[in-house]
């Protein structure tokens, strides 16, 4: 995850007294267990890690090594790549949590990072080269705030000044920069694009906007 230009999200808002939101405390402690495990292996170890739990777009093509569509959610490439995502998972992650239950949160952020790495494969069929991190799926937690709680006020620094922005505007930029970078990276290889799986963005974006208006549509059949 990356913040747009100057704006880094530091927080949100949260009801006071609100229960522990404790599977996401416990994604973000797997995230970094794993990442502290990446940091004893030998240059050697880690590549062939890499390699066995991330997603590879050719093999997945070929029905081979599905399960990496989960073990490449824990696996990330470097400080700042594990801090940005968890960063973005903790500020956000709470509030879905808290509003789809424990239970449906937890397979509602791994089928979307599945969701996202398939999007992935679909856009570098014949890639060799693995994709790994949370990304995809936190983009799906994104997607289902925007729909949950658009008019919730982001805590952001702009440069190093604190304020406040709209989460529709604020993450719908995010999604919009994504898409249209997604389309500029099409026909080159990820390799060349930073290594960044934009399309992994997208969909798990997609996969939240539609779980998040699906939760509305329940919650409003069970108002009714």
Not at 67 to 89: A, C, E, P, R, V
Not at 116 to 128: C, E, I, K, R
Not at 133 to 142: Q, R
Not at 193 to 202: E, K, L, R, S, Y
């Amino acid at each position: 995850m990356f913040p747009i230009g100057d704006l880094i999200p530091y927080g949100d808002q949260n009801r006071r007294g609100a229960p522990v939101a404790w599977v996401n405390i416990t994604l973000v402690a797997l995230n970094a267990l794993v990442f502290l495990y990446m940091l004893t292996l030998d240059q050697s170890q880690l590549e062939s890690f890499v390699y066995r739990f991330g997603v590879i777009p050719a093999e997945i093509a070929q029905g081979q090594a599905l399960y990496t569509l989960i073990t490449s959610q824990f696996i990330h490439g470097g400080f700042l790549h594990i801090i940005g995502n968890m960063f973005f998972l903790w500020v956000f992650g709470d509030n879905i949590e808290l509003a789809l239950g424990h239970g449906l949160y937890a397979l509602f952020y791994l089928l979307a990072g599945v969701l996202a790495g398939l999007t992935h494969v679909l856009f570098n069929l014949h890639s060799a080269i693995p994709s790994i991190g949370a990304s995809g799926a936190i983009a799906g937690v994104l997607g289902a705030y925007v729909v949950l709680f658009p008019t919730r006020q982001v805590r952001v620094l702009v440069l190093v000044i604190p304020t406040r922005v709209s989460a529709v505007g604020f993450l719908g930029a995010w999604a919009l920069i994504q898409f249209f970078n997604g389309i500029a990276s099409l026909g080159v290889p990820t390799a060349q694009t930073g290594g960044v799986a934009v399309w992994a963005h997208v969909g798990g974006f997609a996969a939240g906007l539609v779980a998040g208006i699906l939760a509305l549509h329940a919650g409003r059949q069970n108002r009714a």
